[in-house]
């Protein structure tokens, strides 16, 4: 049953939107905890969709949760979740100070009103003031590394979105929405199970612990959550000792097999924007592939270098936070040995990676 495309030879124009999406906010991220470890603030890997979704509007003082949910593009509810993780991880405080602790759901998304007033506490307005000039700075060194390819990316995408002077990472992210929204009007499967669990399975299944590395995503994020349990089944296979593994059931396999319809059609009526998808390809075939993984080599002293560092929010390096900075590390040498077939082919952020990649 697997086919081309399941093997990565041919990846759709949605894959290559979100591939190089995360190849850029993983260049940034690093740059960005780099950055923070020189101000005194290890461990501070808050990532790129964080900015963009959230950060970048609480830079000029106290801002109401009910202003800041208008200019966010996050539903409500996940506005408060991630407002609930930047107060535990002390880059916000709630107006009222410590009073502001002992309101219920301290660090969560409950109890918080649309009249609170959100205010950056030090460490958010080191970050706020970081931010700014390093997405500039990221852009410039893809426009330096690339050339004209990245150009002419942004005109098109600038052209689709309808965002002229957008940066580079906004594009991508916007693009990549309007396809997601065009392929769920035509699927009762979202794109976000598609493009990654259902994507990588077959007839003879997957190990369930290599979910995580051949989808490109965290164990967090690819986890067989509610959503999937229609479209999988888990068992043990007698043929094989170790390990449990993961098939498609039969409405698994009419999602799979409607999944590679429906990009390549969506992929097709784009094609009147222009050369889209060849200029994305080219990304990752510049100066034979070195260009590329030049955005995923992580500075030294970063988690994705292997660096031991707290977890948000805490003091010490405990036994939970050790695991996440090796499976950072594991997942940063796969993207770094084969982008093309390593890189997700949808972007989940995970909370515990700072809503990172």
């Given at each position: 049953?697997?086919?081309?495309?399941?093997?990565?030879?041919?990846?759709?124009?949605?894959?290559?939107?979100?591939?190089?999406?995360?190849?850029?906010?993983?260049?940034?991220?690093?740059?960005?905890?780099?950055?923070?470890?020189?101000?005194?603030?290890?461990?501070?890997?808050?990532?790129?969709?964080?900015?963009?979704?959230?950060?970048?509007?609480?830079?000029?003082?106290?801002?109401?949760?009910?202003?800041?949910?208008?200019?966010?593009?996050?539903?409500?509810?996940?506005?408060?979740?991630?407002?609930?993780?930047?107060?535990?991880?002390?880059?916000?405080?709630?107006?009222?100070?410590?009073?502001?602790?002992?309101?219920?759901?301290?660090?969560?998304?409950?109890?918080?009103?649309?009249?609170?007033?959100?205010?950056?506490?030090?460490?958010?307005?080191?970050?706020?003031?970081?931010?700014?000039?390093?997405?500039?700075?990221?852009?410039?060194?893809?426009?330096?590394?690339?050339?004209?390819?990245?150009?002419?990316?942004?005109?098109?995408?600038?052209?689709?979105?309808?965002?002229?002077?957008?940066?580079?990472?906004?594009?991508?992210?916007?693009?990549?929405?309007?396809?997601e929204r065009e392929f769920n009007a035509e699927s009762a499967t979202p794109l976000s199970l598609c493009a990654s669990t259902l994507r990588v399975l077959?007839?003879?299944?997957?190990?369930?612990?290599?979910?995580?590395?051949?989808?490109?995503?965290?164990?967090?994020?690819?986890?067989?959550?509610?959503?999937?349990?229609?479209?999988?089944?888990v068992e043990r296979d007698p043929g094989r000792t170790r390990g449990t593994f993961v098939f498609l059931t039969a409405k698994g396999i009419k999602a799979?097999?409607?999944?590679?319809?429906?990009?390549?059609?969506?992929?097709?009526?784009?094609?009147?924007?222009?050369?889209?998808?060849?200029?994305?390809?080219?990304?990752?075939?510049?100066?034979?592939?070195?260009?590329?993984?030049?955005?995923?080599?992580?500075?030294?002293?970063?988690?994705?270098?292997?660096?031991?560092?707290?977890?948000?929010?805490?003091?010490?390096?405990?036994?939970?936070?050790?695991?996440?900075?090796?499976?950072?590390?594991?997942?940063?040498?796969?993207?770094?040995?084969?982008?093309?077939?390593?890189?997700?082919?949808?972007p989940l952020w995970d909370m515990n990676r700072g809503f990172g990649p």
């Amino acid at each position: 049953m697997a086919t081309a495309s399941q093997n990565g030879s041919s990846r759709p124009l949605s894959a290559l939107l979100s591939q190089v999406l995360v190849a850029f906010a993983v260049e940034l991220d690093n740059e960005f905890e780099w950055r923070m470890l020189g101000s005194g603030h290890p461990g501070a890997r808050l990532s790129l969709k964080v900015w963009l979704d959230l950060m970048r509007h609480l830079n000029g003082g106290g801002v109401s949760v009910g202003s800041l949910a208008k200019l966010s593009p996050l539903p409500a509810a996940s506005t408060k979740l991630m407002l609930g993780c930047l107060e535990r991880w002390r880059f916000i405080r709630f107006q009222g100070g410590e009073e502001a602790k002992k309101r219920d759901g301290w660090g969560s998304g409950r109890g918080i009103r649309a009249d609170c007033i959100i205010l950056l506490t030090a460490l958010g307005s080191r970050a706020v003031e970081i931010w700014p000039p390093l997405l500039a700075e990221i852009e410039n060194r893809w426009l330096a590394r690339f050339g004209e390819t990245v150009s002419q990316i942004k005109r098109l995408l600038a052209a689709i979105t309808e965002q002229p002077g957008a940066e580079l990472p906004v594009l991508l992210s916007h693009a990549l929405l309007i396809f997601e929204r065009e392929f769920n009007a035509e699927s009762a499967t979202p794109l976000s199970l598609c493009a990654s669990t259902l994507r990588v399975l077959g007839d003879a299944g997957v190990r369930l612990a290599d979910i995580p590395r051949v989808t490109g995503s965290s164990p967090e994020t690819s986890g067989l959550g509610w959503q999937l349990k229609p479209y999988v089944r888990v068992e043990r296979d007698p043929g094989r000792t170790r390990g449990t593994f993961v098939f498609l059931t039969a409405k698994g396999i009419k999602a799979q097999h409607h999944y590679w319809h429906l990009v390549c059609e969506i992929e097709k009526r784009w094609e009147r924007f222009g050369p889209l998808r060849a200029l994305l390809l080219a990304l990752f075939d510049y100066c034979g592939g070195l260009a590329m993984k030049q955005t995923l080599e992580p500075p030294p002293g970063v988690a994705r270098a292997g660096a031991l560092t707290p977890a948000l929010g805490r003091r010490s390096v405990g036994p939970a936070a050790r695991q996440r900075m090796r499976d950072l590390a594991a997942q940063t040498e796969e993207f770094l040995r084969d982008p093309a077939g390593a890189l997700p082919h949808y972007p989940l952020w995970d909370m515990n990676r700072g809503f990172g990649p």
